[in-house]
């Protein structure tokens, strides 16, 4: 039976049609409670779990998936590239902004698992949040931390900017677009650029570096201390 | 075959970065080198947009999709999770606050002393 299972044709078309299924369901609710992502690996852990398919025999095919995430984290350069312009200008607030912010995201993060005594390998996974997930993966899994639950906490810190970012811009007064763009790339990554596109032009281009420019320096950052 | 050369470059440019990863003595993510090679191969004219446009749009419009099979690697940690949700989240949350915070106010400083100094290029 679990011969079915094990081609990675299955692995492959089962993630296609549930993020398929996340894709729909996303625009038909207009919420940014369903991330496509989201949804999609919610119904296939249901899946495995109730017809009892190892999750191996999903690897088939999921690994080769995987195997598209570094070539799609170097095309962000193409995206950084697009909006090179942008960056020429603002040069100096991006610079200090996103080390201010990456700087901070860790700082807290490792702090507060100190407080809630995680152990190594959960603060770990979690010091990399704020970024990008394929940036994320790699510096999480590099010093010992668990892949997939860095994934679930990139995904729900991202839903979670992106849902707080307008109650922020007006609780710490940011007035200037700029600014606005750059804090919501770095707390959360491209779910709060897709919020910060909403908002206005700048905004979504600020925040859309910040997601690449915060990944590079959290991951010089992590060489460098941890 | 331009799709086919598009995969080549960019697989290529992948490629040389697990060859840094190798060669590197310190841990420098290969997908992230990858990332700085091909911006450096933009920047200096090397590359044009066009060479790898399609098969990069194709890459950036669905990036969600390839960290499906690592999220639901998640159902071999479903323990930890249970075990631990609560400071997950809080920690998630304050966090992603006070990086705002701090990523707002330094710009806003940063703004601040640039008006100070009255357009002189130091910083």
């Given amino acids: ?226 | 075959m331009k799709i086919i050369k598009q995969i080549g470059i960019i697989f290529g440019i992948c490629w040389l970065g697990t060859v840094a990863e190798q060669l590197l003595p310190f841990a420098f993510p290969a997908s992230v080198t990858a990332m700085l090679l091909l911006l450096v191969c933009l920047l200096t004219g090397i590359l044009k947009t066009e060479h790898i446009q399609e098969k990069s749009d194709f890459l950036l419009a669905n990036m969600a999709f390839f960290f499906i099979p690592a999220g639901v690697n998640v159902i071999n940690y479903l323990d930890i999770l249970k075990q631990s949700w609560l400071p997950l989240a809080a920690i998630c949350t304050i966090t992603t606050v006070i990086t705002f915070a701090a990523t707002a106010f330094s710009i806003r400083l940063t703004m601040r002393l640039l008006h100070k100094t009255g357009g002189t290029k130091n910083e």
């Fill in chain 1, 1 to 226: 039976m679990n011969e079915l299972w094990a081609s990675p044709f299955f692995g492959i078309s089962v993630s296609i049609l549930a993020f398929w299924f996340g894709v729909k369901l996303q625009s038909r609710l207009r919420s940014v409670l369903c991330n496509p992502l989201l949804t999609a690996i919610l119904l296939i852990v249901g899946l495995l779990s109730i017809l009892k398919i190892p999750y191996e025999s999903y690897n088939q095919g999921g690994a080769i998936i995987n195997m598209f995430l570094a070539p799609a984290t170097a095309c962000l350069a193409v995206s950084i590239y697009s909006k090179i312009q942008i960056l020429k200008e603002n040069w100096l607030p991006i610079a200090v902004g996103c080390t201010a912010g990456s700087v901070t995201s860790m700082g807290s993060v490792y702090l507060l698992c100190r407080l809630f005594q995680l152990d190594e390998a959960m603060t770990a996974s979690l010091i990399p949040k704020s970024i990008t997930t394929p940036i994320a993966v790699e510096v999480s899994s590099s010093h010992g931390g668990i892949v997939p639950v860095t994934v679930i906490a990139v995904i729900f810190t991202g839903i979670l900017g992106s849902i707080l970012a307008p109650f922020l811009i007006r609780f710490f007064r940011v007035t200037d677009s700029v600014a606005a763009g750059l804090s919501i790339g770095a707390c959360s990554h491209a779910v709060g650029t897709s919020r910060a596109i909403q908002l206005g032009e700048t905004e979504g281009a600020m925040s859309g570096l910040a997601i690449g420019i915060c990944g590079i320096i959290t991951v010089l950052i992590s060489i460098l201390f941890l």
